[in-house]
């Protein structure tokens, strides 16, 4: 109990004195997340929406593998990751590995299943509704998916906000492809480890507790720009 309230009094006197090493930790914490969002998000979202609206023989199966993806381990992403970008790996020329793209790509790899599941199921009873319209219609395949993502958006936005979380909170594959360097590619969840690893569980604690605060802002400023709460629909 000491070390908790040590790490709460200690994480609100470095929220509050806006401590510049937490500051840099949590805005790249930050960056890497939103970054990855983005990417993520424009590759997901309209391949849910895809095999939402086509039909072919592979689609089940797609769909499946998909879904299994969901469960991905982080830490083999990152081993893989960390292969491919390695100086004997393919990628190795671009010197990526150990820089905050490498761990851009990694939480990529991990929540695009992720936002791409939970958005095909959304999407999919959307479709059922609008199928025989945009049938009707003759519209195109790029008409029926634009549609669908625009129609879907507050759902879609929440399949986002669940990638969002998960890549966050994200240490393992991070760590591999990030090396936790000091202003470098240290984020929270790294540092978090480090201190814990340190024995200086204050430290960790108060680290932790600014990471579910800037989630909870993330997540709530995301609503709000969505407009979500002002239509009923939370």
Do not use: C
């Amino acid at each position: 109990m000491v070390d908790l309230w040590d790490g709460m009094s200690r994480a609100f006197w470095l929220v509050v004195t806006l401590d510049a090493e937490l500051v840099e930790i949590a805005l790249r914490s930050l960056q890497v997340t939103l970054i990855a969002l983005v990417v993520a998000s424009a590759i997901a979202l309209p391949m849910a929406a895809l095999l939402t609206v086509r039909r072919f023989k592979a689609r089940r199966t797609v769909i499946a593998v998909l879904n299994a993806l969901m469960g991905l381990p982080p830490v083999v992403v990152g081993l893989v990751v960390y292969v491919l970008l390695s100086r004997s790996g393919p990628f190795g020329v671009l010197g990526l590995l150990f820089t905050p793209t490498a761990m851009v790509i990694a939480q990529v790899i991990i929540i695009v299943p992720l936002i791409a599941s939970i958005a095909h199921q959304s999407l999919r009873d959307l479709w059922a509704e609008y199928h025989d319209l945009l049938i009707s219609m003759n519209v195109t395949q790029f008409q029926k998916i634009s549609t669908l993502l625009w129609d879907a958006r507050r759902a879609l936005l929440t399949a986002s906000l669940a990638g969002f979380g998960r890549a966050i909170g994200e240490v393992g594959a991070i760590m591999i492809v990030g090396g936790n360097i000091d202003h470098s590619t240290r984020v929270l969840t790294t540092a978090i480890a480090l201190e814990t690893g340190k024995g200086d569980f204050a430290l960790a604690l108060g680290l932790g507790f600014v990471l579910i605060a800037l989630a909870i802002v993330v997540n709530l400023a995301i609503h709000w720009l969505g407009r979500t709460e002002r239509e009923g629909r939370w």
